[in-house]
């Protein structure tokens, strides 16, 4: 069974820009997470869909980063415009079924880089 | 106050040794507690969980929690070269979201 996709891989990026994260979460699961991941403050969670919708946003940033998830097999988390502090890895994890203790699953990350 | 706190090492231990990893929170509403492994590159994968208080135990690992003290443990017998990632961990209270510590690297020396 296909883990949890993310796109791309890295990304590097000029200041200002925007920038589109993908996520493809595992077949079947119901919650869908976005999290990012820097060395100062770990793993932090910035948005979770359940059934596709929007749950809980609390940890998104600021008006520039904005989270989609149009159907049960994608979603996008985009940045607009983007800033160098923006830069981290941003992880999609999905579940299956809370709130028992179901492990979330994790992609392997999206790499971004603003000049 | 961060709610979880976990050293972030560096961590290096000949192969064969024990290692102690180690957490603190403050939410005393925490009832799940999880540990993940992240290799280099990759994402964080569950390696256990343990609900409220307790030990529990999967080959060579053993998970400690200790609600009283608000510190949680994992524990690494004859720890191998391929037991070199950063430990993450990580808890919630009931249907509430996971909180992370920052994660401990590991190395474990051949």
């Known amino acids: 069974d296909a883990g949890v996709i993310q796109s791309p891989r890295h990304e590097v990026t000029e200041m200002g820009q925007e920038v589109t994260l993908r996520c493809k979460p595992i077949?079947?699961?119901?919650?869908l997470f976005w999290y990012r991941q820097t060395m100062m403050r770990g793993l932090e969670l910035l948005i979770y869909?359940?059934?596709?919708?929007?749950?809980?946003d609390s940890g998104m940033p600021e008006d520039r980063f904005s989270a989609k998830m149009p159907n049960a097999s994608f979603s996008t988390l985009k940045i607009q415009p983007s800033e160098p502090r923006d830069s981290a890895v941003y992880f999609c994890?999905?579940?299956?079924?809370?709130?028992?203790?179901?492990?979330?699953?994790f992609g392997d990350g999206t790499r971004l880089s603003i000049l | 106050q961060k709610e979880v706190e976990q050293d972030p090492g560096p961590l290096s231990v000949p192969e064969g040794a024990i290692v102690s990893l180690n957490c603190t929170y403050s939410?005393?509403?925490?009832?799940?507690f999880m540990w993940y492994r992240q290799y280099s590159r990759k994402g964080p994968e569950l390696l256990m969980y343990?609900?409220?208080?307790g030990n529990k135990e999967d080959g060579r690992f053993t998970a400690q929690v200790d609600k009283s003290s608000k510190y949680i443990s994992l524990f690494i017998r004859d720890s191998q070269p391929s037991d070199s990632a950063t430990y993450l961990c990580?808890?919630?209270?009931?249907?509430?979201?996971?909180?992370f510590g920052t994660g401990t690297r590991l190395t474990v020396i051949p």
């Open positions: 343990t609900y409220s208080s």
């Open positions: 939410n005393s509403a925490f009832q799940y």
């Open positions: 994890a999905s579940s299956f079924r809370l709130p028992s203790p179901q492990p979330q699953h």
């Open positions: 869909f359940n059934n596709n919708v929007p749950i809980d």
């Open positions: 077949s079947g699961h119901d919650y």
């Open positions: 990580a808890m919630k209270a009931g249907a509430n979201n996971l909180f």
